[in-house]
């Protein structure tokens, strides 16, 4: 599919883009509510993984990673089709025409360029959560089995692989999962950093998870204003737990998991500060 033709059926979709379990869903279904914005109703694992050229097999079980080089596939044409065929508004009213589409899967982390080189007007809302809290809960997500991405990874022991699939994973093998959700974090944030450093500043908007849980409405109405979107929600209550939760939301949980997250810090401790920087600059 020609860039003329992908423009002619999606005009600036908005990828959120974060570490897992950092709160993009919570923010995707909120965002969700924008009138005039459409979504396939949730993450994109069937509609990027269904397709050969797009899966980790096909790049020797490296990672997730996809670049400028695999959107030149193709599939590329299969790929834009499902999403548009699956859009529905707020309202469940399907896509005509040209459209803003929503879209958020942690794996996309590691897929920025394979995503602008399709849409090139894409914009990308970076998704910023203390890595205490994103760090605890990804040991929880392993921990479940609720989140398994690849059951029979090849050369992987121990639990069943979940969430991201990084680069650099067979270097884990054998590792404790502290250590495992650690590289998994900051691998993911750094490759991420890299790739959003590439894009035009006003391409890539950043928002901070405490603040959008401190101060729902003037937050969400700031990032819709930010992203052209109009905004008649009242969201005046707490946010309902996501459909991803595993236990009720708790500002100080990852503390349950205080030590295990001391005794990787200093694997993760760079990256973060990184991010916060990069958040930072992204509001000057």
Known sequence: MTPQEVSARFDRPIFIVSMPRSGSTLLFETLAQAPNLYTIGGESHRFIEGLAPFTPVAHGWQSNRLTGVDAGHPAVTLLTDAFYKYLKDRDGRRADGRVRMLEKTPKNSLRVPFLDAIWR????????????????????????????????????????????????????????????????????????????????????????????????????????????????????????????????????????????????????????????????SLRN
């Open 121 to 280: 007007d894409g914009l990308f809302v970076y998704l910023y959560r203390d890595p205490h809290q994103a760090l605890a809960s990804m040991m929880r997500a392993w921990e479940s089995g609720k989140f398994k991405t690849y059951s029979n990874l090849p050369g992987w022991a121990g639990l069943p692989w979940s969430l991201v699939l990084v680069p650099g994973w067979r270097e884990l093998i054998g590792s404790p999962l502290p250590e495992i959700v650690a590289h998994q974090w900051a691998t993911a944030t750094n490759v991420l950093l890299d790739d959003l450093e590439n894009l035009p500043s006003g391409r890539v908007i950043g928002l901070d998870y405490d603040e959008l849980i401190a101060d729902t409405q003037p937050v969400m109405k700031g990032l819709a204003s930010q992203l052209d979107l109009a905004w008649d929600r009242s969201l005046t209550e707490q946010l309902p737990a996501s459909k991803m939760t595993l236990t009720a939301p708790k500002a100080d949980k990852w503390r349950e998991l205080e030590s295990e997250i001391a005794s990787v810090w200093p694997i993760v401790a760079d990256a973060d500060v990184r991010a916060r920087n990069f958040l930072r």
